[in-house]
DNA sequence: ACTAAAGTTCGACATATTTCGAATTGTAGT
DNA sequence: ACTACAATTCGAAATATGTCGAACTTTAGT
């Protein structure tokens, strides 16, 4: 936990953005907002694990397999309510990838 | 026109950076500005390859590798310079990962 | 032309990832 | 209790990745 670098860290996040599946995943669960707009905490789009994968063609388990690593990274909470499990993408996680890439 | 969508692009940029030493090279260079201008007025900043894998604990044709990943991935710019191949980035790939991420 | 330095390419091998189907768990309604 | 639905876990197979050393290329200096 203590030898767990900055580093590693994020390239854990580039690793599960680095699939498409998941990317678009997490791409569904970040637009929640037009751009130029933030979303508040209120706002926050939640998907159930299964709307998620809507149009993506992968078969339920491999579905749950990439949410798991979005989740393991980092990126995507997740929380049982009822038969559904929703998901969704906290704004701190974007600001601080954001963050990373911004200079000057 | 193209059959590689965004998210693919995009997702092949991220598995550039999903590799700790890949992340540790684009951390190098992203505080870089490009040839033949500094990127502060304390420390010029000029990296070729070899001296980019300083530290890193990795076979010269590993860290070529890599660099080879960072530039096709978009991310990287490389450019021979008597000896030496010079590496840099382009302030535009910064703006344009902070921006996929930035909702405000 | 010869040599050394800086990188790259190639071939090989170990490990990791992606994906699926089958079986399983958890939840709500009948 | 039984059934249907939502999602996960498990095991297996195909594919991709990370890494190295050896051989090669390109350039600068002698």
Do not use: Y
């Amino acid at each position: 936990m203590s030898n767990f670098s900055t580093i590693d860290h994020r390239a854990g996040m580039f690793k599960a953005l680095s699939n498409p599946h998941r990317l678009a995943l997490f791409s569904r669960l970040m637009s929640c907002c037009a751009p130029g707009t933030r979303c508040n905490a209120e706002k926050e789009v939640r998907f159930c694990v299964g709307e998620l994968g809507d149009g993506l063609d992968i078969a339920p388990s491999t579905l749950s397999h990439h949410l798991k690593e979005l989740n393991r990274a980092g990126l995507v909470n997740m929380e049982r309510r009822g038969k559904n499990i929703e998901c969704w993408v906290e704004p701190s996680v974007l600001d601080s990838l954001a963050a990373f890439f911004r200079q000057i």
